[in-house]
């Protein structure tokens, strides 16, 4: 079949993946070819076993494999077939040079960008999908548009806002699609043309267009005001825990208020995932290049916050314990940075895991999706760390389970059960305030949660 149009996606992780398949899945007479370095992963995209797990992706792959959609490992050959081709390759904090712990390293992008001109036979947008420093756009048509071979690249602007483990949905029904571009004409044009893809599914006026580089600040803002009621609830629960209110309590009054809205205000051992952290540091170091030192301290901030929250859980699973976890064996219930994910990029159980091993505890971890995960962040200490899928035989002889993730099985077990397999006094931290205490207390459990009174029974 003749397909109306062609787009490439360079970079098929969770991003690149599931955008596409949308795309696809809507818009059946475009054809859509995803692409990957990573042979692995492609094979896994073909596979009955995805590469990622996110609930309602298989269905809407299923629905356009085949069809028109496609993933090939083949960058170069596919390059000249794409009328638009999105850039979806990580964008990690550079870990040397100038900007290293902060600034995004672009080394990647760029090499895709050159890889683009170099192959590309005809007029091509070039779709920014991976979230960039503001400016980035311009650097790359600079590159695109060196040494002319008579091609037209436009650069288009057009962050991703899901969230993993609900991308699907945010996908279908998304809040709002942004696209930037430029304002002269062709810049409109190519504007438009994006605009009608996503208008095959999405209501229009929930498409926004703005010029690039509000496009590309708005992506980082965005995250940095999410992660910001994150840490902003967490401070509080610092404050609850040293006085007699309770978070919950404290948040649900707050979110009452129109204006401040009840999402996004659940207090936590911390939030993780590759985007908030990445993000802000991002957005820090961008302030700091312009000289807005206060703005920078201001956004950094909220990692710190988060850092702070990480470490006071961990103080209070040593404090609770009674000052020495050398030889005590914890189970850890989650790995995920949240649930129905397997992901666990910066994950607050990677830094608490960390914290504890260094106190000389015995950790097993139990995770629904993330055990593989797990243990790829944890190779370098993997004989001191178990795993159990099976959340019971990871509670046998311990003296402390935690929360560290919100999967719903975790709310379902049987919690007399699990006490009577563990070591006496038998303690829970619900780093995730999901669990029932007051009747974790009644079978006996010491119950440590956050932003909330601890039950001590013995
Ligand atoms: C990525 C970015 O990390 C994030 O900043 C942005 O907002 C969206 O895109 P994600 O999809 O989660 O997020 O990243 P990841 O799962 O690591 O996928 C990137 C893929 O690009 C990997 O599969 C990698 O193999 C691939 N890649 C990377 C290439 O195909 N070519 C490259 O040159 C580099
Ligand atoms: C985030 C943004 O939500 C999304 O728009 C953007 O495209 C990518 O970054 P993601 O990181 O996938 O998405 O998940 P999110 O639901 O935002 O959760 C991030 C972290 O915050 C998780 O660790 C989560 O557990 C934590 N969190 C979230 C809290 O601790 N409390 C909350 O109230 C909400």
């Given at each position: 079949?003749a397909f109306?149009?062609?787009?490439?996606?360079i970079g098929?992780?969770?991003?690149?993946?599931?955008?596409m398949s949308?795309i696809?899945?809507n818009?059946?007479?475009?054809?859509?070819?995803?692409?990957?370095?990573?042979?692995?992963?492609?094979?896994?995209?073909?596979?009955?076993?995805?590469?990622i797990?996110?609930?309602?992706l298989?269905?809407?792959?299923?629905?356009a494999?085949?069809?028109?959609l496609?993933?090939?490992?083949?960058?170069?050959?596919?390059?000249?077939?794409?009328?638009i081709?999105?850039v979806?390759?990580?964008t990690?904090?550079?870990?040397?040079g100038?900007?290293?712990?902060?600034?995004?390293?672009?080394?990647?992008?760029?090499?895709?960008?050159?890889?683009?001109?170099?192959?590309?036979?005809?007029?091509?947008?070039?779709?920014?999908?991976?979230?960039?420093?503001?400016?980035?756009?311009?650097?790359?048509?600079?590159?695109?548009?060196?040494?002319?071979?008579?091609?037209?690249?436009?650069?288009?602007?057009?962050p991703?806002?899901?969230?993993?483990?609900?991308?699907?949905?945010?996908?279908?029904n998304?809040?709002?699609?942004?696209?930037?571009?430029?304002?002269d004409?062709?810049g409109?044009?190519?504007?438009?043309?994006l605009?009608?893809?996503?208008?095959?599914?999405v209501?229009r006026?929930?498409?926004?267009?703005?010029?690039?580089?509000?496009?590309?600040?708005?992506?980082?803002?965005a995250?940095?005001?999410?992660?910001?009621?994150?840490?902003?609830?967490n401070?509080?629960?610092?404050?609850?825990?040293?006085?007699?209110?309770?978070v919950d309590?404290?948040?649900?009054?707050?979110?009452?208020?129109?204006?401040i809205?009840?999402?996004f205000?659940?207090?936590?051992?911390g939030?993780?995932?590759?985007?908030?952290?990445k993000?802000?540091l991002?957005?820090v170091y961008?302030?700091?290049?312009?000289?807005?030192?206060?703005v920078?301290?201001?956004?950094?901030?909220?990692?710190?916050?988060?850092e702070?929250?990480m470490?006071?859980?961990?103080?209070k699973?040593?404090?609770?314990?009674?000052?020495?976890?050398?030889?005590?064996?914890?189970?850890?219930?989650?790995?995920?940075?949240k649930?129905n994910?397997?992901?666990?990029?910066?994950?607050?159980?990677?830094?608490?895991?960390?914290?504890?091993?260094?106190?000389?505890?015995?950790?097993?971890?139990s995770?629904?999706?993330a055990?593989?995960?797990?243990?790829?962040?944890?190779?370098?200490?993997?004989?001191?760390?178990?795993?159990?899928?099976d959340p019971?035989?990871?509670?046998k002889?311990?003296h402390?389970v935690?929360?560290?993730?919100?999967?719903?099985?975790?709310?379902?077990?049987?919690y007399q059960?699990?006490?009577?397999?563990?070591l006496?006094?038998?303690?829970?931290f619900?780093?995730r305030?999901?669990?029932?205490?007051?009747?974790?207390?009644e079978?006996?459990?010491n119950?440590?949660?956050?932003?909330?009174?601890?039950?001590v029974?013995?």
């Open positions: 079949m109306k149009q062609t787009i490439l996606c098929a992780g969770y991003v690149g993946g599931p955008t949308m696809a899945k818009c059946p007479d475009t054809q859509v070819i995803v692409v990957d370095l990573n042979e692995a992963r492609i094979k896994a995209w073909q596979s009955e076993t995805l590469p797990y996110e609930p309602g298989r269905e809407v792959v299923d629905e494999i085949g069809r028109n496609f993933f090939s490992t083949d960058v170069i050959a596919n390059i000249p077939k794409a009328d081709i999105f979806s390759v990580n990690p904090t550079k870990t040397y100038q900007g290293a712990g902060r600034a995004a390293d672009l080394q990647y992008w760029e090499a895709v960008a050159r890889t683009i001109k170099e192959h590309a036979t005809s007029d091509t947008i070039v779709v920014e999908k991976s979230t960039l420093p503001v400016r980035t756009a311009e650097a790359i048509e600079r590159i695109l548009h060196a040494s002319q071979n008579g091609v037209h690249f436009d650069v288009l602007s057009n991703e806002f899901l969230a993993e483990g609900t991308a699907i949905h945010d996908l279908e998304p809040d709002r699609v942004l696209i930037g571009g430029r304002e004409e062709q409109q044009k190519a504007i438009q043309t605009v009608d893809i996503y208008a095959e599914w209501p006026e929930k498409i926004l267009t703005t010029n690039v580089w509000s496009a590309e600040l708005s992506k980082l803002t995250n940095a005001f999410l992660a910001q009621r994150i840490s902003s609830i401070a509080i629960s610092a404050l609850c825990e040293a006085t007699e209110a309770d309590e404290v948040a649900h009054a707050i979110g009452t208020d129109s204006r809205g009840p999402k205000l659940r207090s936590s051992v939030f993780g995932g590759s985007c908030f952290k993000d802000i991002n957005l961008l302030c700091e290049h312009y000289g807005l030192t206060e920078a301290a201001y956004w950094e901030q909220v990692v710190l916050m988060n702070y929250q470490n006071r859980f961990v103080d699973i040593v404090s609770g314990l009674f000052n020495t976890l050398v030889n005590k064996r914890i189970a850890l219930f989650g790995f995920a940075f649930a994910t397997g992901d666990t990029r910066e994950s607050p159980a990677i830094t608490v895991t960390r914290r504890l091993l260094e106190e000389r505890a015995n950790v097993v971890i995770d629904p999706q055990i593989p995960e797990a243990k790829h962040d944890l190779a370098d200490v993997i004989d001191q760390v178990e795993f159990s899928e019971y035989e990871a509670a002889g311990a402390a935690c929360i560290m993730t919100e999967w719903e099985q975790f709310k379902d077990l049987d059960r699990i006490y009577d397999a563990m006496k006094p038998a303690s829970i619900d780093g305030n999901i669990l029932d205490h007051a009747a974790l207390g079978i006996g459990f119950v440590y949660p956050v932003g909330k009174h601890a039950i029974n013995g």
